[in-house]
T-cell receptor, first 110, second 112 residues
Framework: LAKTTQPISMDSYEGQEVNITCSHN???????ITWYQQFPSQGPRFIIQ???TKVTNEVASLFIPADRKSSTLSLPRVSLSDTAVYYC???????????FGAGTTVTVRA | EPEVTQTPSHQVTQMGQEVILRCVPI?????FYWYRQILGQKVEFLVS????????KSEIFDDQFSVERPDGSNFTLKIRSTKLEDSAMYFC??????????FGPGTRLTVL
């Protein structure tokens, strides 16, 4: 599976938009991109997933360029409660496991 | 909204004892997983389960570990003889038709 690289940490302020870019240069045709959020001592929480172009749901948007070698998770108007670790993962449809990296620790300040 | 549940939330045990961690996956899901996360480290895949058998397992999932779906709702992880290094958060997950895995809140296992 394609290795992912994302920043170790990001700081933001309440009300700002946070964009986390993840690179996955070796992504394969059958691979999908998914993002999870994790708070301390809690299970990872699914945020969004996509294959190409743009996907939007009630909490985030995911932008995937045509070459699919990177993706950007966009969190609009963050609040203090969005302080968490965000994981970018690449998975193959019908593969049986998710491989987590270290993720990006996003800290939102007042 | 349906969610994965896990019991207990915290389990304390003595080294060498057996523990069983329980999970109730989302009802219409067919694929089930166990992951663990040692404090301060990454979430690690342990095992996947489909159609009443193991689909894939990691190196961590040795002979001390076993999984079972004893009835139509529960999915269990058993550790036969716990070691100190088994102390971790254990997460159960289940997958829907759209390949999305949903995680439970976890069980914190402390081995003394």
């Amino acid at each position: 599976l394609a290795k992912t690289t994302q920043p170790i940490s990001m700081d933001s302020y309440e009300g700002q938009e946070v964009n986390i870019t993840c690179s996955h240069n070796n992504i394969a045709t059958n691979d999908y991109i998914t993002w999870y959020q994790q708070f301390p001592s809690q299970g990872p929480r699914f945020i969004i997933q996509g294959y190409k172009t743009k996907v939007t749901n009630e909490v985030a948007s995911l932008f995937i360029p045509a070459d699919r070698k990177s993706s950007t998770l966009s969190l609009p108007r963050v609040s203090l409660s969005d302080t968490a670790v965000y994981y970018c993962l690449v998975y193959r449809s019908n593969d049986y496991k998710l491989s987590f990296g270290a993720g990006t620790t996003v800290t939102v300040r007042a | 909204e349906p969610e994965v549940t896990q019991t207990p939330s915290h389990q304390v045990t003595q080294m060498g004892q057996e523990v069983i961690l329980r999970c109730v996956p989302i009802s219409n899901h067919l694929y089930f997983y166990w992951y663990r996360q040692i404090l301060g480290q990454k979430v690690e895949f342990l095992v996947s389960f489909y159609n009443n058998e193991i689909s894939e397992k990691s190196e961590i999932f040795d002979d001390q570990f076993s999984v079972e779906r004893p009835d139509g709702s529960n999915f269990t992880l058993k550790i036969r003889s716990t070691k100190l290094e088994d102390s971790a958060m254990y997460f159960c997950a289940s997958r829907d038709y759209a390949d999305t895995q949903y995680f439970g809140p976890g069980t914190r296992l402390t081995v003394l």
